[in-house]
């Protein structure tokens, strides 16, 4: 439904103003029977609560059934989005009710509070395979699955029936126009193929869910001949895996700048850049799961709906993340504004958010807000529609159009930085990224020495040019032929590359040997020559250096950046801190 056509949102925010009541009849396109009344009102906290009250079209009193749906908006900006979605649940809910009612008078439910009253002793401990999904899948079985059984009959419902229920619940889903939008804002009907994707997922848990609570109560529940439900092929828009070192370098700038402007929001979405988060990894980070060192993050939960839940999205989620020498230093400022705000005194444990929401310190910031906040800063890091079509090109010739630019990009960026420039293997990258890696166990994979060799790997590609222009993340440039030893006495030649950039392999170095660069006078020319004491060598290092980004390319991409107006971006996502004048800023 378009709602913000339905819906008078200048006069309900007047009349929310005036913390009085404010009644609409909306007219819900999804529903061929119901309307919903809205009722909007402001508590004292500045919560803004909607309710929707589903009743017929031709509503007599005291004789037909109403719905009623209650949710809760912080801004008055999320009510037109609320509105919607309540208005829509609740004029579906009583199509359902009504269709019940008229299409099996005799049914009295006894499957549906059979299942209430049962997993009114569980909890999702009790099926650990599914813990996560546990609730989502309780609330499926019993709003969709058990209803519809109900219908039948539990005793007499066969697999041609209960296919027959799916495929009307897939068949409700892709009506129910929130899949993409359209140029004009109007959203589509879902892709079938993924919605029956999800819907399978959904019914699988509710079916594992019943057998296990129908073999602990035989008495009580009937034995259900489940159908086996196929997966379908979903093809997947190719995403562009990869971005320019400019768009890479200039996101970066553009989110420093922000952070440094007091957008805190935005400190989140460098994490996501510099360290491959997830975005509800990023925004439900908090205090404690920074090392005490500084030089780690523990990813152990994300944001989901605005709280923090305790667990990330897959098991091998829960990961030591080693930060960069740019993420650290992001870590320490924010650290110390929190220190200054006098929060984490008043909460020693950590436990609250490392990135909250402008003057509500245990306020998480949602998901989406960062999503939306992300997609924006790479457009004006250089991806418009030109570079997504010529990206889209290289990734799949087949579609003329250009891919769609998602914050989930920045991801698989990250990934692809690491194993091509930085050089680190896969199965490391697997491991500290949070993917699943069934090849290798990854217990050993992130301890304290592969932490400082993943950082000391990270330093080969740079965003910062204060950085840059340090000794230590230049690499060794020589001239043809120059041969480099080891201290066990072994030694190797370099090549020279096309780049003018010699790799090194150093696979044979063992751990705390240093790496000695000798050439024939006037043969060796460097920019710097550093020394490092590698503190771990992994049995596949994959050592070969990637390309430098030359200081003067970074200033210029740090130019282009300050020459964009980022005060509109300051408005919307929040400033923690006074703006400062003229004076103090040159100050």
Same mark, same amino acid.
């Given at each position: 439904m378009s709602t913000?056509?339905?819906?008078?949102?200048?006069?309900?925010?007047?009349?929310?103003?005036?913390?009085?009541?404010?009644?609409?009849?909306?007219?819900?396109?999804?529903?061929?029977?119901?309307?919903?009344?809205?009722?909007?009102?402001?508590?004292?906290?500045?919560?803004?609560?909607?309710?929707? *009250?589903?009743?017929? *079209?031709?509503?007599?009193?005291?004789?037909?059934?109403?719905? *009623?749906?209650?949710?809760?908006?912080?801004?008055?900006?999320?009510?037109?989005?609320?509105?919607?979605?309540?208005?829509?649940?609740? @004029?579906?809910? @009583?199509?359902? *009710?009504? %269709?019940?009612?008229?299409?099996?008078?005799? =049914?009295?439910?006894?499957?549906?509070?059979?299942?209430?009253?049962?997993?009114?002793?569980?909890?999702?401990?009790?099926?650990?395979?599914?813990?996560?999904?546990?609730? %989502?899948?309780?609330?499926?079985?019993?709003?969709?699955?058990?209803?519809?059984?109900?219908?039948?009959?539990?005793?007499?419902?066969?697999?041609?029936?209960?296919?027959?229920?799916?495929?009307?619940?897939?068949?409700? @889903?892709?009506?129910?126009?929130?899949? =993409?939008?359209? %140029?004009?804002?109007?959203?589509?009907?879902?892709?079938?193929? =993924?919605?029956?994707?999800?819907?399978?997922?959904?019914?699988?848990?509710?079916?594992?869910?019943?057998?296990?609570?129908? %073999?602990?109560?035989?008495?009580?529940?009937?034995?259900?001949?489940?159908?086996?439900?196929?997966?379908? =092929?979903?093809?997947?828009?190719?995403?562009?895996?990869?971005?320019?070192?400019?768009?890479?370098?200039?996101?970066?700038?553009?989110?420093?700048?922000?952070?440094?402007?007091?957008?805190?929001?935005?400190g989140a979405g460098l994490m996501a850049l510099l360290c491959g988060l997830r975005v509800a990894e990023a925004t439900g980070l908090q205090v404690c799961s920074v090392g005490a060192d500084g030089e780690t993050i523990f990813v152990d939960g994300q944001e989901e709906k605005g709280v923090r839940v305790d667990y990330p999205k897959t098991d091998d989620g829960n990961r030591l993340m080693p930060l960069r020498d740019e993420a650290r230093a992001v870590i320490a400022r924010r650290m110390a504004e929190l220190k200054k705000s006098g929060i984490l005194a008043a909460h020693p444990d950590g436990k609250i958010p490392l990135f909250s929401v402008p003057n509500q310190p245990l306020t998480y910031y949602r998901s989406e807000r960062l999503s939306d906040l992300l997609r924006t800063v790479l457009e004006l890091a250089g991806c418009d529609e030109a570079y997504l079509i010529a990206a889209q090109q290289e990734v799949d010739r087949r579609k003329a159009g250009p891919a769609r630019l998602t914050a989930h990009q920045l991801r698989h960026d990250w990934f692809s930085l690491m194993m091509n420039e930085c050089g680190i293997p896969q199965t490391y990258v697997d491991t500290i990224g949070g993917h699943i890696n069934k090849e290798d166990p990854r217990g050993d994979k992130v301890t304290a020495d592969t932490v400082r060799w993943i950082q000391q790997m990270q330093r080969r590609f740079v965003y910062d040019i204060d950085l840059a222009q340090d000794p230590a993340y230049k690499p060794v440039v020589c001239m043809p032929d120059v041969r480099v030893d080891i201290p066990d006495g072994s030694a190797i030649m370099l090549e020279a590359a096309e780049d003018g950039v010699y790799r090194i392999n150093a696979v044979s170095r063992e751990p705390y040997d240093k790496l000695q660069i000798t050439a024939p006078p006037g043969c060796l020319k460097a920019e710097a020559v550093t020394m490092y004491d590698v503190p771990y060598r992994p049995e596949d290092p994959g050592t070969s250096i990637g390309r430098w980004i030359a200081p003067e390319k970074l200033r210029k991409w740090k130019q282009e950046v300050d020459e964009i107006n980022l005060l509109p971006l300051i408005d919307k996502y929040g400033r923690t801190r006074a703006k400062k004048t003229h004076e103090e800023k040159n100050e």
């Open positions: 913000p056509h339905l819906f008078n949102l200048t006069e309900a925010v007047k009349t929310l103003r005036a913390k009085q009541t404010y009644v609409q009849n909306v007219e819900v396109k999804e529903s061929p029977y119901h309307n919903a009344n809205i009722t909007l009102w402001v508590q004292k906290n500045g919560a803004i609560k909607v309710q929707a *009250k589903a009743t017929k *079209k031709d509503y007599i009193l005291e004789k037909d059934p109403e719905v *009623k749906r209650l949710r809760t908006c912080s801004s008055k900006n999320q009510i037109p989005l609320v509105v919607g979605q309540v208005a829509s649940q609740a @004029a579906r809910d @009583a199509d359902a *009710k009504c %269709k019940r009612d008229s299409d099996s008078p005799s =049914k009295d439910g006894s499957l549906v509070k059979a299942l209430e009253d049962i997993l009114q002793e569980y909890t999702e401990d009790d099926f650990p395979e599914i813990r996560r999904s546990y609730t %989502k899948g309780k609330r499926y079985l019993l709003n969709f699955m058990a209803p519809e059984i109900d219908k039948i009959g539990a005793e007499q419902i066969c697999k041609v029936d209960l296919e027959t229920i799916f495929r009307d619940r897939v068949d409700a @889903a892709c009506e129910s126009r929130r899949g =993409k939008k359209t %140029k004009d804002g109007e959203k589509l009907p879902k892709e079938r193929e =993924k919605v029956i994707q999800g819907q399978r997922t959904w019914w699988r848990i509710g079916e594992r869910i019943y057998r296990q609570v129908q %073999k602990e109560h035989p008495d009580k529940l009937p034995v259900i001949d489940f159908p086996e439900i196929k997966p379908v =092929k979903v093809l997947q828009e190719e995403q562009i895996k990869e971005f320019l070192r400019k768009i890479r370098v200039k996101a970066y700038y553009i989110l420093l700048e922000l952070f440094v402007e007091g957008v805190v929001l935005a």
